[in-house]
């Protein structure tokens, strides 16, 4: 059994595995291009303030609509920090999907590494950790 469209199958021989190594490098690069294309948004305030977020955590822009000014500092910069907060979580939901034909379902492979606290081993946010480090491996060695 396979258990995702990335694994690579040994029952096919040599000749299959290595196709299949070609043809996942040739996916890997491909997915590495929308990687980086990727951009999280985020708004609050009612879209008066609207953030965008590119991989990595890099601030892409700061959209703020002149009648949010009227919200006073401290309101305005909740609103920021609102909008970021959901941009990176648009970001994140966006790559996951984007790795999910390379390494499954993260929510599986929770499962799978033994799902326990939300954010401890075995957890989603962990399995996505670790898928991230797989394919940043496989990227090295195949790029």
Not at 2 to 29: C, H, N, W
Not at 84 to 111: H, N
Not at 126 to 136: I, K, N, Q, T
């Amino acid at each position: 059994m396979i258990p995702y469209e990335g694994a690579v199958d040994a029952s096919k021989g040599m000749e299959g595995v290595r196709k299949q190594l070609t043809e996942q490098a040739e996916r890997f690069a491909e997915l590495r291009e929308k990687l980086a294309e990727v951009r999280g948004r985020g708004e609050a305030a009612e879209g008066k303030v609207v953030v965008e977020v590119a991989p990595g955590g890099a601030l892409k822009s700061v959209q703020i609509d002149p009648r949010a000014m009227k919200l006073g500092s401290e309101v305005l910069a909740e609103a920021v920090l609102e909008a970021a907060g959901k941009a990176f979580q648009d970001l994140t939901d966006q790559t996951s999907e984007l790795m999910k034909p390379a390494f499954g379902d993260p929510e599986k492979l929770a499962e799978e590494w033994g799902a326990g606290k939300p954010d401890g081993p075995g957890s989603p946010k962990e399995a996505m950790s670790r898928a991230m480090g797989m394919f940043e491996d496989i990227f090295k060695r195949y790029s």
